[in-house]
């Protein structure tokens, strides 16, 4: 299992769900919340904070995963470029 990387930001999570079809909806304080269209439709708030928790961003890569038919080891692949 790939491990996490560390001291991921909230805007670099929010520009790889953008990748994979996600659009911003709205904001409101510090939390942003996207939405994926189509007949997988799928929503999610993201905290746009400066080092998101690696519980935070554990939760939200799997829910994204599960979503999108993406695998965990992927999505920390493409986290990383």
Do not use: C, F, W
């Not at 939390?31 to 905290?47: D, K, Q, S």
């Not at 928790?53 to 080891?73: D, F």
């Amino acid at each position: 299992m790939a491990r996490l990387p560390r001291n991921v930001t909230g805007a670099r999570l929010i520009a790889l769900l953008e990748t994979l079809g996600y659009r911003v909806v709205r904001r409101k304080g510090s939390h942003v919340r996207l939405e994926r269209p189509g007949p997988n439709a799928h929503a999610i708030t993201v905290p746009d904070h400066a080092a998101l928790r690696i519980g935070t961003l554990a939760a939200i890569l799997q829910e994204v995963g599960a979503a999108t038919q993406t695998s965990r080891e992927e999505l920390i692949a493409r986290l990383g470029h």
